[in-house]
């Protein structure tokens, strides 16, 4: 199903991924309805940021995914729903796990059953690499043990479940989407990658980490949103899990070097013990195996990690304005 001239629905439009999502489902001539959280300041995260011929194009709704009729109503007349609307943060959900149940768990099961009564031809789920846990074998395919080692990746387990469920038990047209680590403009200071960025151009001698020899699949924010669209217009492997990762591991020390290389900058680093999870709940390895997506869509990653980096670079450069390099940002 090409997406020219249909309607999407892209829950979670207001944040990293989502934002970079509706400019391309733009481009490739679908409405657009954006979902973005309500607030009383009537911003539109990411979205605020957008050129203003783009912003025309979009229908912007303001909401909640966990009010059942405001959901409802957003599915309305909807052929495809891309759900990225979550709770995100691994170390928020040590102190508040009750929000991630009620976002990403009850949530998603208002989307689910938003999109199963109003008839939508596809829904697109969300998933993410935590579920995984530290590699029990690498790469990580989708056979790979479930192992959600924080309160996060447990509501994630679970929401995907519940996605899966609705496709075997009510014929709901989904598909789930398990990407890796996303990093690219617009990421927050909550992800390490734009904590390493924004430090360093903060002109600080010494920036703070947290475990710098864990090691990620860091997958640039353009080749996780090409997954997202090559997926959606397959008419075929509904049910299913996909892995959406470059399948190279670099671990956060590495990184950091790379980054000082782009920036020619040269800084000290230094572990901070709070930016450290708890010894169980770390993951310490995760490198994608994304070859079942590829064999459905023929999807690759087609922007490589220092690429991708020296784009975030510049970005963060731009929007340093939008950092607290002084605070460990949960």
């Given at each position: ?149 924080s309160p996060y990746a447990a509501s994630k387990s679970a929401a ?139 999807w690759s990653p087609g922007i490589p990690l220092e690429q991708g ?22």
């Amino acid at each position: 199903m090409k997406l020219k001239g249909r309607k999407v629905l892209v829950t979670g439009a207001d944040g990293f991924i989502g934002s970079h999502l509706v400019e391309r489902c733009v481009r490739e001539g679908a409405g657009v309805r954006a979902f973005v959280y309500y607030n009383s300041f009537n911003t539109w995260g990411w979205l605020d940021t957008l050129p203003a011929a783009v912003l025309k194009k979009i229908e912007v709704v303001a909401g909640d995914v966990r009010d059942q009729g405001c959901v409802h109503t957003a599915c309305r007349g909807v052929d495809v729903v891309f759900h990225l609307a979550a709770l995100i943060s691994i170390p928020y959900s040590y102190q508040a796990p009750e929000s991630y149940v009620a976002t990403n768990i009850n949530g998603t099961v208002n989307i689910l059953q938003a999109a199963r009564l109003q008839g939508v031809r596809k829904v697109i789920h969300t998933s993410t690499s935590e579920v995984y846990g530290t590699a029990q074998k690498v790469p990580i395919g989708e056979d790979h043990p479930l192992n959600p080692q924080s309160p996060y990746a447990a509501s994630k387990s679970a929401a995907d479940s519940f996605a899966v469920s609705f496709y075997r038990s009510f014929d709901l047209p989904v598909a789930v989407l398990r990407p890796f680590n996303t990093f690219g403009p617009r990421q927050s200071a909550r992800a390490v990658i734009p904590t390493i960025i924004s430090q360093i151009l903060a002109r600080k001698k010494t920036i703070r980490l947290g475990n710098l020899e864990a090691t990620r699949d860091l997958n640039y924010v353009g080749n996780t949103v090409e997954a997202f669209m090559r997926l959606a217009q397959v008419d075929q492997g509904l049910g299913e899990v996909y892995n959406t990762g470059s399948g190279v591991e670099v671990s956060v020390r590495e990184v950091v070097g790379i980054i000082q290389h782009i920036l020619r900058s040269k800084v000290r680093v230094e572990v901070d013990p709070a930016r450290i999870r708890p010894a169980k709940s770390e993951v310490e390895r995760l490198v994608c195996d994304a070859r079942k997506l590829t064999a459905l869509t023929g999807w690759s990653p087609g922007i490589p990690l220092e690429q991708g980096l020296r784009a975030t670079c510049a970005w963060v450069k731009e929007h340093l304005n939008h950092f607290k390099t002084d605070i460990y940002n949960v």
